[in-house]
């Protein structure tokens, strides 16, 4: 939900003065008691973002809006029924069905990790087919045969939960447009900082068409279009050499996806910084900045993100002072 308000009155000389103010929010659906938007008492600890009510870390809930949006664009609606959970919360899970294949021990779920979802989990049918068929595409993978419902997410939150291991990789497909002396790299890259694989590929190739040596009019450099100051300010020594650049893409549009929650408001921070994605509430009302997201959401397979997935990269996002919601 947005609301947006204009202010015009008569100044000087003539002229009319004439302010613009937007706001936003996205709602957060409580656990139970003592629940926040930071998660703590299991192996995950850091922000959470809520989609369908559940609590997920950013970089999931950012790879399954793309995911939602696709199924929605065939009339698939995916609803997620479990997501990350505390240690005590699977203690009582437990306790209440304690059979280990159907519900893992405290301290053992991969729910810990906040890598799983499980989806549809009361539905089926059509939904758990389109996500056999598909869900590889966005980084999620079936974890157990028996549970056609529940999905975890290879390349993990990038802070330290989830899968980082190269053999990870093999549910993860990338573009036949991507070069391939640059698919392993943007693969290993994706793994360890929480980015869809195709989203990272196709920001390269809209910042550059994966020329290394690229130099745009205002001075950025290199595959990713590093700006002199923010390759510093990322310890890039040399933004022209892709095995650098790459890995610090990643990186940045990882924090920026976990400091957001969105895979719009990601790419719209790092066309345009994430101050101005802060001073607007949203992406930008800048013409190139909207037509970048639209283009890289678009070549990475999930412009229906746009027009609002479940969830919220078509919803402008809000931040609370010690809550990312």
Not at 104 to 126: F, Q
Not at 131 to 138: E, H, V
Request: glycine share 14%.
């Amino acid at each position: 939900m947005s609301v947006q308000v204009e202010v015009s009155r008569a100044g000087p000389a003539g002229t009319r003065l004439r302010a613009v103010a937007r706001a936003g929010i996205t709602f957060a659906f409580p656990l139970g008691e003592g629940a926040s938007g930071w998660a703590s008492g299991a192996g995950y600890s850091g922000p959470l973002v809520y989609r369908d009510g559940k609590p997920l870390c950013p970089a999931v809930a950012a790879a399954f809006d793309l995911m939602d949006a696709a199924a929605r664009s065939v009339g698939i609606d995916l609803v997620i029924n479990s997501a990350f959970r505390s240690d005590a919360e699977q203690a009582i899970l437990f306790a209440r069905h304690p059979d280990p294949k159907w519900v893992a021990p405290p301290g053992r779920s991969r729910h810990r990790d906040a890598t799983e979802l499980d989806i549809n989990m009361n539905a089926g049918g059509s939904a758990h087919a389109w996500l056999r068929a598909n869900a590889g595409r966005f980084g999620f993978i079936q974890r157990y045969s028996w549970e056609p419902w529940h999905y975890g997410y290879l390349p993990g939150c990038g802070v330290g939960g989830g899968s980082t291991a190269p053999a990870a990789a093999a549910g993860l497909g990338l573009p036949a447009w991507v070069p391939d002396r640059y698919r392993a790299t943007i693969l290993s890259a994706s793994l360890a900082h929480g980015v869809n694989p195709a989203l990272l590929a196709a920001l390269l190739r809209a910042e550059s068409g994966f020329d290394p040596r690229a130099v745009s009019p205002v001075g950025a450099q290199g595959i990713a279009q590093f700006m002199p100051e923010t390759a510093r300010g990322m310890g890039l020594s040399d933004p022209f050499d892709p095995r650098q650049a790459i890995p610090a893409a990643a990186r940045l549009l990882g924090g920026h996806q976990r400091r957001f929650g969105s895979v719009a408001l990601a790419l719209a921070a790092y066309n345009a910084g994430p101050g101005a994605v802060e001073r607007y509430g949203g992406v930008p009302p800048y013409a190139e900045t909207q037509a970048y997201v639209a283009k890289i959401l678009a070549l990475a397979g999930g412009a229906a993100a746009l027009a609002g997935g479940a969830g919220g990269d078509g919803v402008v996002l809000m931040r609370v002072p010690g809550r990312l919601v």
